[in-house]
């Protein structure tokens, strides 16, 4: 994935745009770099992050007077804010570029007077339409009635002399770069986009805007300031040093551009490789762009942000989930860092919500992870004395495992597939849960005090393959929580360091160590339905007045996703229904004959479910979270069978299983005993 002349790994976020603070979705971007560029120094190379501000524009300069402040402090107050945040979270970024500072402006004016030179520029007068939201300009087929189809912000018909980049001459060589690399645009899909876009032909754009008083002025015409895409896009470059430092080429091209992809298509697949060509720079070896978080509400396809709020301040809903789980800070921001890569789908749009999020916490974290440790540290003190035993027969099934997620790991992070790679690793946990259960130590500790001699080799071993299945699981997600790693590997006797490919094979445990006390590092969190207070607090709840806030009965809770919603009761809103009504539903025993996870969504089970002798039907449930597939297969539900059938995912589901919600929990419903597959549940 890098240069066979250099060791490093170059890896850049979105330069952000400083009209508003930081929140869960730039917070994403960022954090899933940090633990790209993590991963890769796991791999023993010498990984580069590049995150920054861009504080040029028309826009930045409307928020300032917006804010009665000068155009300078008020980005220096934001850029501050990116900063602390990325921080914060522990994001080891290596360097922060902001797109005021004296190398950036130096490296802009240089990459414009080359393409000036080159012929590339010209002086015209732009007629069209653009948008100051987005500070894009906008072609007539991009518009309908006065807003982008793409942003649906608004747009203006202006007439400008400024200049243009002959981007038109561009296309054909930008379609065989794509042919000749095929690995350039990813996921592979949006290249699709890109190509689609290009085809519908490209024009020349305009690179300048009538200078206000803010933004880099244009080499040799100071009435004219650097239109801010083009600007911001060549911070990239400028961070290494182009054009005067001479070691500026150890570090370019770019491996890895990552980012959202509403600035994919028009800017970073097309117009910033225009832009290198036209100077005979080398390109990005990858440009990435993720889906947005989405929340209910919003147009199909509609970014979550900051003008559509609903999305929460990093830190704020870092320290809620601290105070709710009841853990130190940092573990809280690892638990953050780990949620964030794990809910979303790194490809397609995602669904966002704070509840989801902390339920996350719990099953994975809670429930798997810190019970996988916390159980196996337990009983390694109840019956061998906290010391770590000698393995004399490791489990071939559970090394064949471990090697096999490790290899599924390093190809998903390998793709940029994060929440892949970590639910590789989830597996392994889930697994050695269920190894306890099954392998019963306890028993086996009974038959040592017995006599049995055999049995306490076993004990030893399967105490050994628990804790060391901890170790490399807690080593795997150290990209993700470096912090929590730290904290779990010596919980399991494994003093942490930076960890290296070697550190990852089996059998690194040293026997004869002596383990402290288990100390659960991710408390359960009792109560993962926000109240609208607490959503308001953290920044994911907008538009409520303080007299909503109070009058909002905060006793309802919200179930489970996939499960059925209850039926109002007297006294609730007054609905009620009468018994015709109730005989409409036709509720039915079905027979699970299997189940299996739906690509791409974290939450969805695909059932086969049996409902007469020669009838089965596919229904999607969303209890994922709750139930492996293979604790299903052969049980036998409760199903609404009249349920008029609907599509998630691009599969019909043919109705809804019965679940009560726990906790936010789903808890399926089951008959008591064996009952006829399709009886009637009256």
Not at 212 to 233: E, N, S
Not at 255 to 284: C, N, Q, S, Y
Not at 639 to 650: D, S
Request: aromatic content about 10%.
């Amino acid at each position: 994935m890098t240069d066979s002349g250099r060791d490093g790994f170059y890896i850049t976020t979105p330069i952000y745009y400083v009209n508003g603070l930081p929140h869960i979705g730039t917070a994403l971007t960022t954090v899933a770099c940090d633990a790209i560029a993590r991963y890769h120094k796991m791999q023993g190379e010498n990984s580069r992050l590049l995150t920054g501000t861009d504080e040029n524009g028309a826009k930045i300069q409307d928020a300032a007077d917006n804010a009665a402040m000068p155009a300078n402090a008020f980005v220096d107050g934001l850029s501050s804010a990116f900063r602390a945040c990325w921080q914060d979270l522990d994001v080891r970024f290596d360097d922060f570029i902001r797109t005021t500072e004296p190398r950036h402006i130096r490296a802009v004016q240089e990459f414009f007077t080359r393409l000036v030179d080159r012929g590339y520029v010209y002086k015209d007068t732009y007629q069209g339409w653009y948008s100051t939201s987005d500070e894009t300009f906008y072609r007539d087929s991009d518009v309908h009635d006065g807003r982008s189809k793409e942003t649906g912000k608004p747009v203006v018909r202006v007439s400008e002399e400024n200049y243009f980049f002959k981007l038109s001459q561009f296309g054909d060589r930008l379609l065989r770069y794509y042919e000749n690399n095929p690995g350039f645009l990813q996921p592979e899909f949006r290249k699709n986009e890109v190509v689609g876009f290009i085809n519908e032909g490209l024009r020349d754009i305009c690179i300048t805007r009538p200078n206000k008083g803010w933004g880099i002025p244009f080499p040799g015409d100071p009435d004219k300031v650097i239109y801010v895409w083009f600007d911001a896009l060549i911070s990239y470059l400028a961070s290494t040093g182009w054009p005067d430092n001479p070691e500026w080429s150890k570090w370019w091209p770019a491996d890895l551009h990552f980012m959202g992809k509403e600035i994919f298509v028009r800017f970073h697949a097309t117009l910033w490789p225009a832009m290198l060509l036209a100077l005979d720079l080398p390109l990005p070896k990858c440009v990435f762009a993720h889906g947005f978080w989405t929340l209910p509400g919003l147009r199909a396809g509609e970014k979550a942000g900051k003008s559509t709020g609903g999305l929460p301040h990093p830190t704020s809903f870092e320290l809620m989930i601290a105070s709710k789980a009841g853990i130190d800070r940092s573990i809280a921001v690892d638990a953050l860092r780990y949620m964030l890569c794990r809910e979303m789908n790194f490809g397609l749009d995602t669904e966002f919500s704070v509840e989801s999020f902390l339920r996350r916490y719990n099953t994975d974290l809670a429930n798997d992870l810190g019970n996988l440790v916390n159980r196996t540290v337990n009983m390694l003190h109840k019956f061998c004395g906290g010391v770590i035993p000698a393995c004399s027969m490791p489990d071939p099934e559970i090394t064949a495992l471990t090697a096999a997620v490790k290899q599924a790991y390093h190809e998903h992070m390998a793709h940029y597939k994060l929440n892949s790679a970590i639910d590789s690793v989830m597996q392994l946990v889930a697994r050695m849960n269920k190894y306890i259960d099954s392998s019963a130590p306890w028993a086996l500790a009974k038959a040592v005090t017995a006599g049995d001699e055999q049995a306490q080799a076993k004990l030893d071993s399967i105490l050994y393959n628990c804790l060391e299945a901890a170790r490399i699981s807690s080593l795997l997600l150290s990209p993700f929580m470096p912090t929590a790693s730290i904290a779990l590997c010596g919980q399991v006797g494994a003093p942490f360091k930076s960890p290296d490919s070697a550190d990852l094979e089996w059998g690194k445990l040293q026997s004869g160590t002596v383990l402290d006390p288990a100390v659960p590092i991710f408390p359960r969190i009792l109560d993962t339905v926000p109240t609208e207070a607490e959503l308001l607090q953290i920044g994911a709840l907008v538009n409520k007045t303080e007299e909503q806030i109070n009058a909002v009965d905060t006793s309802n809770q919200t179930p489970a996703p996939g499960t059925p919603v209850q039926a109002a009761q007297p006294g609730d809103d007054g609905v009620v229904i009468g018994i015709e009504d109730f005989m409409k539903v036709q509720l039915k025993v079905g027979e699970v004959l299997a189940a299996e996870p739906v690509p791409n969504a974290t939450k969805l089970l695909r059932l086969t479910v049996k409902v007469t002798g020669d009838e089965a039907r596919t229904i999607l449930a969303g209890i994922a979270e709750y139930y492996k597939p293979e604790e299903l297969e052969g049980k036998q539900v409760v199903i609404v069978a009249n349920l008029q059938p609907r599509k998630m995912r691009g599969i019909e589901s043919q109705g809804m299983l019965l679940a009560a919600d726990v906790d936010g929990r789903a808890v399926l419903v089951r008959p008591e005993e064996l009952v006829p597959v399709g009886a009637r549940v009256r």
